[in-house]
């Protein structure tokens, strides 16, 4: 096959060298295509408008003055151009598609294999992180000691390998059954209809998975994304050595996991609070999955006016864990993200007792480690409390942060000790 050939302005390659799998539109200063019996050479505005190139398409990416750089995907319709597949020539990779689509995903897998047991539900796939742009598998251990997958497709990139994907994961982690949620916005910035349902095989579209001993139900078609925030169960396991006889907040609890873990651990009550009244139900289902209502306390409430209500009536707990959904989804929202990550943490330690615990994060990207650390710091300062930061954690095992593409290092959190 003669694939075509991205030629990068000067200096583009940097960003691809150090890692980063991205080319934007504006990185790419011409292209050479076969057509019919002879190579052409073209601006890349051109290829755009005269569509010399399809959507789809694996190309190889080369420097300005010619050096090879890498292989990816391309879609005209994104403004992420090309999606870096491998450091190979386009012919190594399609010349047996189906063994180089198994090996990336037998890779990613036996990585989860060190760190989790078959009984345990993880990440098997997170897209650019594992090396295949756009695709994200999750991987459930259903109570009832079934495997079921989970599966995304966010990007042309993922898509056009599809079929192998699907083969791949049929025979590396031979799943009871395969429900597809490809239903996010980022499947129509890539030109692609959104998609939902079984692949193959029918199963239950809510079960009940363990985790850290806590039974969790989860909605594999209408859950938050992929059904359920995996990322988190190192840190929600951590929680224990601090909660045992404790009083304790779960601010924004969503589906109740950490409450349930400070129960588990022997916390002396727990009260759980979600402005979603959705995540209210699901919160107080689990609550009863574990037996745990004399314990957990599950209100709806805003947040933010809760914890200025505690605040004013003087009321103390032991320990606050603060795990709100990302305040920003972008770079411009950062600045409105800084109040907003710092109005829940000042208040959070002025009703914590002395030498109470913070177990705070922040899950976006854009508010990166530097902006969460200041933003602590200045609470501190305005909530006249001294602060010791215990650890500074991220996602679980299952998350690993790619090298050059710094959007795979997205969680913070921090248990601090409150003075």
């Known amino acids: 096959m003669d694939f075509a050939r991205f030629f990068l302005k000067k200096g583009e390659e940097q960003e691809i060298r150090h890692g980063f799998l991205w080319v934007f539109d504006n990185e790419i200063e011409r292209v050479k295509f076969f057509d019919g019996d002879e190579w052409k050479d073209a601006p890349f505005a051109q290829?755009?408008?005269?569509?010399?190139?399809?959507?789809?398409?694996?190309?190889?990416?080369?420097?300005?003055?010619?050096?090879?750089?890498?292989?990816?995907?391309?879609?005209?319709?994104?403004?992420?151009?090309?999606?870096?597949?491998?450091?190979?020539?386009?012919?190594?990779?399609?010349?047996?598609?189906?063994?180089?689509?198994?090996?990336?995903?037998?890779?990613?897998y036996n990585l989860r294999r060190i760190h989790f047991s078959d009984e345990d539900s993880?990440?098997?796939?997170?897209?650019?992180?594992?090396?295949?742009?756009?695709?994200?598998?999750?991987?459930?251990?259903?109570?009832?000691?079934?495997?079921?997958?989970?599966?995304?497709?966010?990007?042309?990139?993922?898509?056009?390998?599809?079929?192998?994907?699907?083969?791949?994961?049929?025979?590396?982690?031979?799943?009871?059954?395969?429900?597809?949620?490809?239903?996010?916005?980022?499947?129509?910035?890539?030109?692609l209809e959104k998609k939902s349902g079984w692949l193959g095989r029918r199963g239950k579209e809510e079960i009940v998975i363990v985790e850290n001993g806590v039974r969790?139900?989860?909605?594999?078609?209408?859950g938050q994304k992929t059904g359920y925030f995996l990322d988190q169960k190192m840190n929600r396991a951590e929680i224990a050595r601090y909660c045992h006889g404790k009083n304790v907040l779960d601010a924004f609890c969503h589906t109740g996991a950490f409450a349930l873990n400070a129960f588990r651990a022997g916390a002396k009550s727990v009260v759980c609070a979600d402005i979603s009244a959705d995540a209210v139900?699901?919160?107080?289902?689990?609550?009863?999955?574990?037996?745990a209502e004399k314990i957990v306390n599950v209100v709806c409430a805003d947040v933010f006016e809760l914890l200025r209500q505690y605040e004013s009536e003087?009321?103390?707990f032991d320990v606050v864990i603060l795990d709100p959904p990302a305040f920003t989804k972008s770079a411009r929202a950062v600045k409105k993200a800084y109040g907003g990550y710092?109005?829940?943490?000042?208040?959070?330690?002025?009703?914590?007792?002395?030498?109470?615990?913070l177990v705070t994060c922040s899950c976006s990207y854009f508010f990166d480690a530097n902006s969460f650390y200041s933003m602590l710091a200045n609470a501190a300062t305005d909530s006249h409390r001294r602060v010791q930061v215990l650890q500074k954690r991220g996602a679980a095992f299952d998350h690993p942060v790619l090298l050059g593409y710094p959007r795979s290092e997205y969680l913070c959190c921090a248990i601090c000790k409150v003075y």
């Open 342 to 357: 710092k109005e829940i943490n000042l208040r959070a330690m002025r009703i914590l007792n002395p030498g109470g615990i």
């Open 216 to 222: 969790i139900s989860v909605d594999l078609a209408r």
């Open 122 to 191: 993880f990440r098997v796939c997170f897209d650019e992180a594992d090396l295949i742009p756009g695709l994200t598998v999750e991987r459930y251990f259903s109570e009832d000691k079934k495997i079921y997958l989970v599966v995304q497709f966010l990007a042309l990139a993922a898509e056009v390998f599809r079929s192998e994907i699907i083969s791949a994961l049929e025979k590396i982690l031979k799943p009871f059954a395969i429900y597809e949620r490809s239903d996010a916005d980022l499947r129509e910035k890539e030109g």
């Open 314 to 316: 003087g009321k103390k």
């Open 281 to 291: 139900e699901i919160a107080k289902k689990n609550v009863g999955l574990n037996d």
């Open 47 to 108: 290829i755009i408008s005269d569509g010399n190139v399809r959507d789809g398409e694996c190309v190889e990416i080369f420097t300005n003055a010619g050096g090879f750089v890498a292989s990816g995907i391309f879609n005209s319709k994104s403004k992420i151009a090309v999606r870096i597949v491998g450091d190979i020539h386009a012919d190594k990779i399609f010349e047996d598609k189906s063994n180089f689509i198994f090996k990336k995903i037998c890779d990613a």
